[in-house]
């Protein structure tokens, strides 16, 4: 069984399009993460929920939006795509906020996003 | 601002070489430390962690880490590589203060069979 899960792995789409990202665990965590991998692999937080409540808002444009329907799911929504939002996006959860002696995170396998 | 820097972006080593990859941080308080690492293709994986206790940390697959508190520093190491430790090497931080995982660039290592 995965632990944490995305779908869909890969997303080819053109710009200004809108589009979802879906993340599962079956973990039983409280805390799930949104992480952006740019080109250069370089790893950036943009989003962490604690039991559906939002508590990482990092400096991301307001066309992603989060959306945590129970604290097993966190999808990521992205509207109006730019060519700059190709990336490959990581979920991950913990058992507790990162920092707290719990924090380690498991990650999904990632979804590679294209915007043509 | 908290950070956290890898000295090495790429790293080319021949099988059987001895293996330290370099991270530092910047923060004053209390830190939890972790590398991972991301094989071709694949999602990160947990290779070590240190909260608390004996400095020196063993990981999986024969690798070690040393945490000095003086230097803001968590090294990694492997004492002997293998053409299947070719991969992403990612060190990240957890600052008490933050409740986020911040990642270092990166290295990209290399292992020549």
């Known amino acids: 069984d995965t632990a944490v899960s995305q779908t869909p792995k890969y997303l080819v789409t053109q710009m200004g399009n809108d589009k979802s990202i879906k993340c599962e665990q079956n973990?039983?965590?409280?805390?799930m993460y949104w992480y952006k991998q740019d080109s250069k692999k370089f790893l950036k937080i943009m989003f962490s929920y604690n039991n559906k409540e939002l508590i990482i808002n990092e400096t991301v444009p307001n066309r992603f939006s989060p959306k945590s329907p129970d604290k097993a799911h966190l999808n990521l929504h992205i509207n109006s795509l730019e060519l700059g939002d190709s990336a490959v996006y990581f979920c991950?959860?913990?058992?507790?906020?990162?920092?707290?002696?719990?924090?380690?995170?498991?990650f999904g396998e990632g979804s590679r996003l294209t915007v043509l | 601002a908290q950070s956290v820097s890898q000295h090495n972006h790429h790293v080319i080593l021949s099988e059987a070489a001895s293996l330290e990859l370099g991270c530092n941080y910047s923060y004053g308080g209390t830190v939890n430390l972790f590398w991972y690492v991301q094989y071709p293709g694949q999602h990160l994986q947990l290779l070590l962690k240190y909260f608390s206790g004996d400095p020196l940390v063993k990981g999986i697959k024969g690798f070690e880490a040393e945490f000095i508190k003086s230097k803001f520093s968590f090294n990694l190491r492997k004492p002997s590589v293998q053409w299947s430790d070719t991969a992403e090497y990612f060190c990240?931080?957890?600052?008490?203060?933050?409740?986020?995982?911040?990642f270092g660039q990166g290295t990209t290592l290399q292992v020549k069979p």
């Open positions: 973990l039983g965590h409280d805390t």
């Open positions: 991950a959860s913990s058992q507790d906020l990162a920092g707290g002696s719990t924090g380690e995170l498991f």
């Open positions: 990240a931080v957890t600052m008490s203060n933050t409740g986020k995982l911040i």
